[in-house]
């Protein structure tokens, strides 16, 4: 994708999946913590660079919006993909210094003119400004961006909000997390192997108890175990569990 950088098809959802697709929701995540669950959030003046590091610092798409090429996650600062050369009078004012803008993608449109109907042909995406009326049916879709921008925009913030979103399921009572480098991991199903049969041992508490276990490294990969924790429901009922798993990121991922 690095080589289409600065095209109106870098900014479009149906040429590049990373990019802001109008007709997708991107709910924010719900990240499992040792004290319970935390709803994250993200603001359409005030997007977190990345959702899960407030401290990263945030961006006001209203006015100074840039598309991200690469991103190291945590980083305060990020690569950005120049504004399409076609159309730097609709994305920036002053044209010549297109340093931040409000925020924009682009659509496929095929029957555009001079459009090819070729997903590589930039005559064939049209440029859309975020707005309160520029979502499918004119509905306002400033949010549905803002949430696109802080846990979805990079394939690192992707994977770990869909992670976030699957072990915060009710329905999901333990889940094993691994992860596997893909210069590195030989064998993943060996790192899985190397944990099978050595259940976690907890002591009981009167309050609750605890099983943690760490993870473990073989041919680059890693494997964790859920975090289990055991809490009494109250007099004459049964232990209700909680699962708290452990996600496990790498340091560093482009775009």
Known sequence: MSGNVGTRRFNAGTFNALAYNPNIAYPAPVMITSAGTQQLASSFTAAPIDGFNTAAGTVDLSANYQPTSSYSPGSSSQNFSPAPSQDPALICSPAANCTGAPAYYYIYVPTLTNCTSSATD?????????????????????????????????????????????MADPVLQQARVTWR?????????????????????????????????????TNGCRAFRPITRHRPAGPGSTSAIISATRTWVPTAHTA
Request: aromatic share 10%; charged share 20%; net charge positive.
């Open 122 to 166: 930039d005559n064939c995406y049209r440029y859309v400004r975020v707005s309160a009326t520029s979502g499918p049916g004119g509905t306002d879709e400033r949010q549905n961006f803002a949430n696109w921008y802080a846990f979805y925009r990079t394939r690192h913030l992707m994977i770990a909000s869909a992670a976030a979103i699957t």
């Open 181 to 217: 480098d893909f210069w590195t991991c030989q064998d993943l199903t060996a790192a899985t192997r190397a944990r099978a049969g050595t259940g976690p041992s907890s002591t009981t508490g009167s309050a609750h108890s605890r099983a943690r276990s760490r993870p473990i490294s």
